[in-house]
C-alpha cells in the first residue's frame, strides 16, 4: 500500500521517498501532517532506501518551549526528515492556527506499529534492564524483531561504547529514549557514527519502554483520547510539576500566535518535500 492511498494527503513526487507532506509552523517550530499509517510506511521506506541517517522526532508542547530557550535544540528539529505532533496541545494550537493536524503521532504508537515490521529494532536507553524488558514485550505479543538493547547514557564518554554495540547489531531503526531534548540532541551529534552503522531511521522515543515494560502504567485509552495524558502523568508522577509549568504558558503563546495567524489571513503552510 502507497500511502497516499490510504489518505490522499501525500503525494508521491521524485524518487521512491520523495513524498509530499503538509508542514504547520507552531510557535515557529516544524511538525508534519501525518498519520500513524504514514510515518510507518515512510520509516519503513526510508529503512530500505535512504543513503543516510533520517532523524524522526516526535514533538510535544514542552519540547517547543525547550527549543525556544535552546536555539542547538531548534536546530535539531529543524533539521528533522519527519517531526511528528505527539501531544493534544499541538494539535489545539494547529487548529487555533487554522491549519490543523489529522491527529497525534507518539513514540509509543510508532515503536509499538514499527514492532509488527519486518523491520531491524535496536532499543537505546531507560534504566538498565528496561529497554530489554520492553524488547521481549514486543517479541512476545508483536514478533518484533530486535536486534539489540543498550541502556548507555547520554554522556559523551559513553557514546563510544554505546556507537560500538550499535553498529555490532546493524539495525535499520534505532529507538533512543533518553528523555527530549537529550535524546534527540544524541542522535543528531551521532548522524555520522549512525549512518556508517547502517541506521537508517533514529527516533526519540521519551518514556515508550517504561510503559512497554509496565515500569509506569501507560493512561486509559479513554484518558488519551481526551487528550488528558499530560494531567494523568501529572497524578501517577507528581515529581514532573515543574517541567509541566510551561504548558500553560505554550497554551498562551499558541493562542496569540493562532490568532495572529488568522488576522494575517496566512492559514495555509506551504508543503514540504520530504526528505
Ligand atoms: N533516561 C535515560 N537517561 C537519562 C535520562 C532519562 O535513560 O539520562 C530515560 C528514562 O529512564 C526514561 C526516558 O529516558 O525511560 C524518558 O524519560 P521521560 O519520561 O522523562 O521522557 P519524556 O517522555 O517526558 O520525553
Known sequence: MRPEDATGRMTE??????????????????????TLAEAVQLILAWSRE???LQQVITLNPEMVMAARR???FRAVVERAALVT???IGLILA??????????RVTGVDLVEALA??????????????????AAAVLARSAGATIVGTWAGSPRPEDAPETLARIAAARPDVLCVAYGAPAQDCWIARHRTELTAAGVRVALGVGGTFDYLA???PRPPRIVRHLGLEWLYRLLRQPWRWRRQLVLPHF?????????????AGREHDEPEAIP
Open 116 to 133: 509488527r515490521t519486518e523491520v531491524r529494532l535496536f532499543f537505546l536507553g531507560a534504566a538498565p534492564g528496561v529497554a530489554e524488558r
Open 85 to 87: 505532533p505527539d501531544g
Open 70 to 72: 535552546d536555539p542547538a
Open 214 to 216: 509496565g515500569i509506569v
Open 13 to 34: 513526487m521524485l524518487g521512491a521517498t520523495g513524498w509530499k507532506l503538509r508542514r504547520v509552523l507552531i510557535l515557529g517550530l516544524p511538525v508534519h501532517d501525518v
Open 251 to 263: 497554551a498562551l503563546l499558541a493562542l496569540a500566535d493562532g490568532l495572529a495567524n488568522r488576522l
Open 94 to 103: 494547529a487548529h487555533w492556527r487554522g491549519t490543523p493536524l489529522r491527529g
Open 50 to 52: 535512504a543513503s543516510d
